[in-house]
């Protein structure tokens, strides 16, 4: 603590001043540095209070902020690391929620001839990003990574706000390893090739055994026929889906394709949000340019507050 305490000084003369105000000259850090006081203080309600943090204030404790991650007990073991925490105010970053919904009569996912007809469910910007969001409901969800085996995908790379989207992914799958998530990779790979590209596969193997499931569909963008992908969509009421590509892969597994169930079944294979409420941002889905699904228009509805977003 008090190493911590000293590198805080170091970029701030005034620090005890704000930590000890009461309404004026308040110190950022006030309730975190208050919380490692207190005997029930926990890694969670750390972490919970670093990513309350506005970013400047990230930035100008830097040093301190990851000295604290390194050295507080249950921290380091973790992996969890600074950026991953910190906040990032653009809308790219932001979570959408997708509410679970049924299926449509007219459901016609053939768009062959762009008419397609898929599941469009209800969706609203969650106002924080998929770390916040797990941070607060750590029991809430599951991760679904979506054809993720190749790390040069187009958009891995993309940028937003200075983190690519491979970065923005690792963050969520550490945040989500920590807390005890279900987290389960659909994988298209071939003979001879890994399920998740080599970042991914680093964090993921760090996953228990019983809760990282690998669901290997080679020829299908779906897998939504296997009983092991219906448990775990059922598992926890919402899924956060991250992968690629968001205009082809992950829009066929959330809202509909055609493929159907077996060579014995022509019914159309469920989409995930007949399952489960869906999270997902534009940073965490690989794709290049604005997020639209072939044309400029298809895919406003469905994917609603992340259409058009793109890298900035």
Known sequence: MDEFLLRLRAVNATLDRGLSASVFGKSSLQPLVALLKTTGCTPLGIYRAIAALEPASVDKYRDGLSFLLRSFPGLSGTGIQLDDLRS?????????????SITPADFNPDNRRGQGIFVKPPSTSMGRSIVKYLLANPADAGLL????GSADSAGLDESFNGRTSLQYMTSV????????????ALSMAKAGEEHLCPVLLTEFMQVPKTRRLVIHEPAFHTATNQPAMLAFLRSRPRVIVMGFDATICVFANVFGSEEKMSEHDATFRPPLINFADVVMSRATLACKGPLNAKTQTFGKAEYGPLFMLGPN
Do not use: S
């Open 88 to 100: 990032q105010p653009i809308p790219q970053v932001q979570a959408a929620l997708y509410t679970k």
């Open 145 to 148: 990574m979506i054809h993720l």
């Open 173 to 184: 799958l550490r945040v989500a390893r920590m807390l005890g998530c279900p987290i389960t």
